[in-house]
């Protein structure tokens, strides 16, 4: 399959997305981690300017932010922006880590590096049935476009497939804001607030795997069930590609990987998993490469995968 990961750029402890990555043998901090994968790079702000007939003139109230080593153009912000180099971003969890409560797993950039992220696994995975596993990850970010600060999402991947299952559930899709504190007091009362949210919602997020996976379905019900997850309503005309998509998602939710085994074959669980079978091995994405983890972690791949979610939580609510 194609993946949006550099190897180049990317570290892990184990198995890293999709079998890319540099192994380490043992936890380590954020700072060796970002290290590790190369993205120690410092970012600085800049003014901008505009070339006219009487000369340059620099924009008021914007600055663009650049790599400093070879200039590339992150992004272009307000004057106040407040930069927060990669070296230090995740400093904050490193508590977390070093009481066994989590390990940092993988690591890596999107597009320039205006966007980084780390991925941390927390132990006691998710069994749903038999040899069906989901581990438990934080998806922890970082960008210098001005799009977003720091952010946590909850990312659980299925093992025999290597699915993200993204799942905001109760929370905003948009991610978890993060403060960035100064102190080492704040810096672990905000890792100790980030943890709590984690285990809470890992907590339901496991409870309502589990139902999904005794929910069975009818073919029918398998059927409105895409209907509703693509967006297709009632004695609509239908195109050509949102068929062969929904051929494609029948087609996974029977023989997708782990959604043939006997014990969850035909039940809520098998459907959503060939949605983020689907997002994460066969969907396309413009831009090819570039733009693929970006839409599987946090775009319109994600989306997807949470409104299958949705709609598999209301069969068994």
């Known amino acids: ?90 400093e904050f969890f490193d508590s977390v880590v070093k009481t066994g409560e989590a390990i940092y797993h993988s690591a890596g950039a999107l597009g320039n590096g205006e966007r980084i992220w780390i991925l941390a696994k927390l132990p006691n995975d998710i069994i749903v049935f038999d040899r069906d596993i989901v581990n438990k990850y934080l998806l922890l970010t970082n960008s210098h476009d001005g799009a977003s600060a720091l952010k946590m999402y909850f990312t659980p991947i299925r093992v025999v497939c290597q699915n993200t299952l993204n799942a905001s559930l109760t929370h905003a899709k948009d991610g978890i804001s993060i403060r960035h504190t100064a102190s080492v007091k704040s810096k672990i009362e905000e890792a100790r607030r980030i943890l709590g949210l984690a285990l809470n919602f890992y907590e339901k997020f496991e409870s309502n795997v589990k139902l999904l996976a005794t929910r069975n379905m009818t073919s029918q019900e398998i059927d409105e069930y895409f209907d509703r997850v693509l967006g297709i309503k009632e004695n609509q005309e239908v195109s050509t590609r949102t068929e062969n998509v929904k051929k494609e998602l029948k087609y996974l939710q029977k023989f997708g990987k782990g959604n043939n ?42 989306r997807l995968k949470e409104k299958a979610l949705e709609e598999a939580l209301i069969l068994v609510k």
């Open 1 to 90: 399959m194609s993946h949006n990961i550099n190897e180049n750029r990317m570290f892990c402890v184990g198995k890293a997305w999709h079998n890319v990555g540099v192994r380490v043998e043992n936890a380590v901090t954020s700072r060796e981690a970002i290290e590790l994968a190369r993205l120690d790079y410092q970012v600085k702000l800049t003014d901008i300017y505009v070339k006219t007939e009487q000369g340059e003139i620099i924009v008021d109230g914007k600055k663009a932010t650049i790599r400093t080593a070879n200039y590339q153009v992150l992004g272009v912000v307000g004057n106040r922006y407040n930069i927060v180099q990669n070296i230090e971003a995740f």
């Open 261 to 302: 085994v006997e014990g969850i074959k035909n039940t809520a669980w098998t459907v959503y998993n060939a949605v983020t079978e689907y997002v994460d091995y066969y969907r396309t994405v413009k831009g090819g490469l570039k733009n693929r983890i970006n839409s599987i972690v946090l775009g319109s791949g994600a």
